[in-house]
């Protein structure tokens, strides 16, 4: 009977919570994906790619640091605040110059409550 019991207030408890959004206070950096797949692309090819980000915060956000993990992944960042809900773009260029499957890796950090966020870009450079 007290599994029972039990199992009702659980059940009870979960429905009650069901379909409430916990609500962000302050700004929250969203992109679209953590990972940036370049696929196979040709040496010497075009290597600027963007990737969306969007706060889904209450306050404003501000991006203060991109950076990639080396001279061959060059990303820029918005430097104006994003406003709760508008949607901006990260550029994200790698030197396509080296044949060869390459995983690098930009950091973002922001005033956001997720104030640092990776994105790993991931492809392989074709003769």
Known sequence: MRF?????????FSISSFGQEEKING?????????????EI??????????KVVNTGNEPLLI????GS????????PNTKILPGDVSAIKIVYET??????SKTVTIKSNAINNTVYIKIIGKVMP
Do not use: H, M, Q
């Open 97 to 102: 110059t080296k044949v060869g499957e390459f």
């Open 42 to 51: 040709r040496i010497n090819s075009n290597g600027e790619r963007s990737i």
């Open 27 to 39: 700004a929250y950096l969203s992109i679209e994906s953590d990972t940036l797949n370049y696929g």
């Open 70 to 77: 080396c001279g061959c992944t060059v990303p820029k960042c």
């Open 64 to 67: 203060n640091f991109c950076k």
């Open 4 to 12: 029972i019991t039990t199992f009702f207030w659980l059940l009870v």
